[in-house]
């Protein structure tokens, strides 16, 4: 059989086609699954137009950035706390080498009858809280919510005197088999002045008794030590 040769102008169409194929498969992908993405603010606004939020301002952020060798499922890369208005929300992107992907979205309405309104950012053992302020009395928060202690729940009770314009980004850190599923609802809030002294404190969440077996929250018994 002969040998068929290729020209140099079958093969710049070639390559030329190749091109714009990929271009073509890149484009697919950037519109169907929001990826490839150059740029962590990219992926943020992408973020947010698929959950029809915002554009909002950029108030915060806190990163949980994976290591070499660690796969990380559920938990983003990074958080953009953000605020629209009454409207404040956690906006995860994931960073895969050269490039970002946008996450999920989830936000909570600002009630300014009330002092402290809470929202989970991330509730892995390497997590955070946003706690939105409207007392400017208040200079420092105290989030409870429960852990798995082995045999039982108990209380966790993290403290935040970092206050940026309106608001508390409150992280923490766990064992993993300590970490449970958290919901705003969850939590208690307790707000302090800068002299320390109690101005605010939420209601128990009625899932303490009824779903962690918590009954007398402010029992010592009842808080959570780290080993």
Not at 65 to 73: E, F, S, W
Not at 183 to 198: I, K
Request: hydrophobic share 40%; glycine share 6%.
């Amino acid at each position: 059989m002969a040998r068929r040769f290729v020209t140099p102008s079958q093969r710049k169409r070639r390559i030329l086609r190749d091109a714009l194929l990929l271009a073509a498969v890149l484009v697919v992908l950037a519109l169907r699954l929001d990826f490839p993405i150059l740029t962590a603010g990219q992926a943020m606004e992408a973020a947010q137009a698929r959950y029809f939020f915002g554009p909002g301002e950029v108030i915060d952020r806190i990163d949980f950035p994976r290591t070499a060798n660690t796969v990380k499922g559920g938990q983003h890369d990074r958080y953009y706390i953000l605020r629209w208005g009454d409207w404040y929300a956690w906006c995860g992107v994931d960073h895969y080498g050269l490039f970002w992907q946008a996450g999920t979205l989830e936000a909570v309405e600002n009630d300014p009858d009330t002092p402290l309104v809470p929202l989970v950012v991330s509730d892995w053992e390497e997590g955070a809280a946003l706690v939105v302020c409207n007392r400017p009395d208040i200079a420092s928060v105290e989030v409870e919510f429960p852990v798995y202690a082995g045999s039982r729940y108990l209380l966790a009770s993290i403290v935040q005197d970092q206050k940026t314009e309106d608001h508390f980004l409150v992280p923490w850190a766990l064992d993993r088999q300590e970490v449970i599923w958290l919901y705003p609802e969850e939590l208690r809030l307790r707000g302090y002045n800068a002299a320390g002294e109690l101005v605010y404190q939420s209601p128990v969440p009625e899932s303490w008794a009824d779903d962690f077996g918590i009954t007398d929250p402010d029992s010592p018994s009842a808080r959570y030590t780290p080993t």
